[in-house]
């Protein structure tokens, strides 16, 4: 534990420059991914598949949450909160399956940032910021699984309506209460 100067009690020992300025990138990264669903959901909503709108507006959802556990994190370890601006996420694609492969690099690009994170604060010897972030390790191998079978599930029925359809309405039961 230690008291910053404005009389503030942060828990644990202070975070680095380092720890800090990258925890903020996963933040803006996080917050970013939060854009790119939202920006996938609003393609879905200008077509028939709303059972994929809903899949992406969950996505959308659950990255916004894990910004948040970023944002709380930061503060809670006394550092910095420093927020960026986002950029006009892809609204426009071909089809679903071209949605969800973008999807996929996506959440690839998100493990390897959240691992790179890992090994620094590791590294650094930051064993806070070890445990936090083993949440989010966990996490990213349930979101490439999740995305990675609509993926090869969309690329199983092509351009089959029926196939189209019983995918877009087990996607649509996402985050219900059953
Ligand atoms: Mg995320």
Redesign the pocket.
């Known amino acids: 534990m230690h008291i910053r100067a404005d009389g503030f009690i942060v828990a644990f020992m202070k975070l680095s420059t380092i720890i800090e300025k990258s925890l903020n990138e996963q933040l803006a990264?996080?917050l970013s991914?939060a854009h790119v669903y939202l920006g996938m959901a609003a393609y879905f909503e200008h077509t028939p598949f709303s059972g994929f709108a809903r899949w992406m507006e969950v996505q959308y959802g659950?990255?916004l949450e894990?910004?948040k556990k970023f944002f709380k994190y930061i503060a809670e370890r006394g550092g910095k909160i420093k927020l960026q601006s986002l950029s006009e996420p892809k609204s426009e694609y071909k089809t679903a399956l071209e949605a969800f492969q973008v999807s996929l690099a996506h959440e690839q690009k998100?493990s390897a940032a959240i691992c790179a994170l890992y090994e620094l604060a590791n590294s650094e010897k930051d064993f806070a910021t070890v445990s936090f972030l083993k949440w989010?390790i966990d996490?990213?191998v349930e979101?490439e699984k999740n995305v990675g079978d609509l993926v090869v599930k969309l690329e199983m029925v092509g351009d089959n309506r029926n196939g189209l359809f019983q995918l877009d309405h087990h996607a649509g039961k996402r985050g219900q209460k059953s």
């Open positions: 990264l996080e991914s659950e990255e894990h910004a998100v989010f996490e990213q979101e």
